[in-house]
């Protein structure tokens, strides 16, 4: 690292809900920021005026904040380089663009699409790479000023110079050579005015002072496209670092029937933020620690030089793995928020705290929290498949002995089961699966010495004849 403060940046378009893809983007940018005390920025990229919308930037920063990805310049944060919004620097743009065009390094190009689509199809039959012939690059002043009297839109292309090698060294893949007479010359300004990917995204970067983007990898071929734009505009050039893609278990490219939901599905799921930190972080990045972390935890250990150059695999069970961890590391007073209004409805007031201790080892998901919660306060469970054949072997007499037993000791699970033992000459699992089955419907699940005071004597009683008669009907 130079001695220059790091600043990373997000840069979403506010097309729809932020997915895996560039949540980890989002992650791994804030993580090399919080790792080096520097500044993480969002910009929203929204010049694509048809697609983009108000109500999809406000969703994805309240997934970021949700996720504790803050950012310290941006959006409703404000600092010395806004606006922070695409839509609203097209007087930026529009400066830079004259500035190309007077210098000679831009150009008005009045190429329909057929016109580029045929020559493409050219290009590929006679083995050639695509790129533009420059059919409009020697046009006259009077040709232009004809083409534009008659009403045509032109759009503006970047004069590449023939003959270079444009080098930079990617943060991930080591050293980079471009031969720009491979490249073509390239749009940066539609013919509807707005400006391409390629411009507006290198030259806000550099005028916001990022010193650090990491991106996907398919953005790779585009970054001396954008180097070439700033060094024509004397403008600063990032460090660039290309990061892999993500992959569903196939090795095909991440999508919907992989589990590549949005955030927002993620979390209606019941997904934690900690649990999908922990899982992104390890997508492609290695750490030398394998166990659960906060975001701190995550910047520290974050480095670009462990960035991975192939592509990352998403499995579902790493990121169950992962909630499940979240799950334990929660402070008693964070599991009772995000289980919520559950608790209220299915869990007794004086029994909520006990319940949580006892059942937290058990769940990653808030509908599991509340299958357990209606097992132990609601009616007799309907036993599983599993339970139902444990209890057909233990047999009524056996529910038999337990009601006996829980007459005798209703405050002991320890001495009750012993009990039962010694009535019914069964010892070990043969002893207590049934008893479990048949106060919890499972085989499954927490200690009976922790689930029984939750249960209560009557509970219990009620369960036990309630299995006892389910066999001698």
Same mark, same amino acid.
């Given at each position: 690292m130079s001695n220059t403060p790091v600043k990373t940046r997000f840069a979403p378009s506010p097309t729809g809900h932020l997915h895996l893809g560039n949540l980890r983007t989002a992650l791994f940018s804030a993580l090399l920021a919080r790792r080096e005390g520097g500044v993480f920025l969002l910009r929203i990229e929204d010049t694509d005026a048809a697609r983009s919308s108000d109500a999809h930037v406000h969703a994805l920063m309240e997934d970021l904040r949700w996720l504790g990805l803050e950012w310290q310049e941006g959006p409703e944060v404000g600092g010395p380089n806004g606006p922070y919004a695409q839509s609203l620097r097209g007087h930026i743009y529009a400066a830079d663009y004259s500035r190309l065009e007077s210098a000679g390094l831009a150009y008005p190009c009045f190429c329909s699409d057929e016109i580029l689509r045929l020559s493409r199809k050219?290009?590929?039959?006679?083995?050639?790479?695509?790129?533009?012939?420059?059919?409009?690059?020697?046009?006259?002043?009077?040709?232009?000023?004809?083409?534009?009297?008659?009403?045509?839109?032109?759009?503006?292309?970047?004069?590449?110079?023939p003959g270079r090698r444009i080098r930079f060294d990617d943060l991930v893949r080591g050293s980079q050579v471009f031969d720009t007479d491979t490249i073509g010359d390239f749009v940066i300004r539609r013919s509807d005015g707005t400006p391409s990917f390629f411009f507006s995204n290198a030259v806000d970067d550099a005028m916001m002072g990022v010193t650090h983007v990491l991106r996907g990898e398919d953005h790779l071929a585009n970054t001396p496209r954008q180097m070439m734009v700033m060094e024509a505009l004397d403008l600063p050039v990032p460090a660039y670092g290309h990061?892999?893609?993500?992959?569903?278990?196939?090795?095909?490219?991440?999508?919907?029937?992989?589990?590549?939901?949005?955030?927002?599905?993620?979390?209606?799921?019941?997904?934690?933020?900690?649990?999908?930190?922990?899982?992104?972080?390890?997508?492609?990045?290695?750490?030398?620690?394998?166990?659960?972390?906060?975001?701190? #935890? @995550? /910047?520290?250990?974050?480095? +670009?030089?462990? =960035? *991975?150059?192939?592509?990352?695999?998403?499995? &579902?069970?790493?990121?169950?793995?992962?909630?499940?961890?979240?799950?334990? #590391? @929660? /402070?008693?007073?964070?599991? +009772?928020?995000? =289980? *919520?209004?559950?608790?209220?409805?299915?869990? &007794?007031?004086?029994?909520?705290?006990?319940?949580?201790?006892?059942?937290?080892?058990?769940?990653?998901?808030?509908?599991?929290?509340?299958?357990?919660?209606?097992?132990l306060f609601g009616a007799p469970p309907v036993p599983d498949a599993e339970a139902g054949q444990v209890m057909a072997r233990a047999g009524s007499a056996f529910f038999d002995a337990a009601l006996v037993a829980l007459a005798a000791s209703p405050g002991d699970f320890r001495v009750l089961a012993g009990q039962v033992g010694t009535a019914t000459g069964l010892k070990g699992r043969h002893l207590f699966m049934p008893l479990r089955a048949a106060l919890t419907g499972r085989t499954h699940g927490p200690e009976m010495k922790d689930l029984w005071p939750l249960l209560g004597p009557e509970r219990v009683a009620e369960r036990l004849a309630h299995a006892r008669d389910s066999l001698s009907s």
């Open positions: 050219a290009q590929l039959a006679a083995g050639q790479p695509p790129r533009y012939p420059g059919t409009c690059a020697r046009l006259s002043p009077q040709d232009v000023r004809a083409r534009l009297d008659k009403g045509l839109k032109p759009t503006l292309r970047f004069r590449v110079p990061i892999s893609l993500i992959l569903g278990e196939d090795g095909a490219p991440l999508s919907k029937r992989h589990g590549a939901l949005s955030l927002r599905e993620l979390r209606d799921r019941g997904y934690l933020p900690q649990a999908l930190l922990n899982h992104l972080a390890r997508l492609g990045h290695s750490y030398e620690a394998d166990g659960f972390m906060d975001l701190d #935890a @995550l /910047a520290r250990g974050f480095d +670009a030089a462990r =960035l *991975g150059r192939a592509p990352a695999r998403h499995d &579902p069970v790493q990121l169950d793995h992962w909630q499940h961890q979240a799950v334990l #590391a @929660l /402070a008693d007073d964070g599991l +009772a928020r995000w =289980l *919520g209004p559950m608790l209220e409805d299915e869990v &007794p007031a004086g029994a909520r705290g006990p319940f949580l201790r006892v059942v937290r080892d058990n769940i990653s998901f808030p509908g599991e929290a509340r299958d357990w919660a209606r097992r």
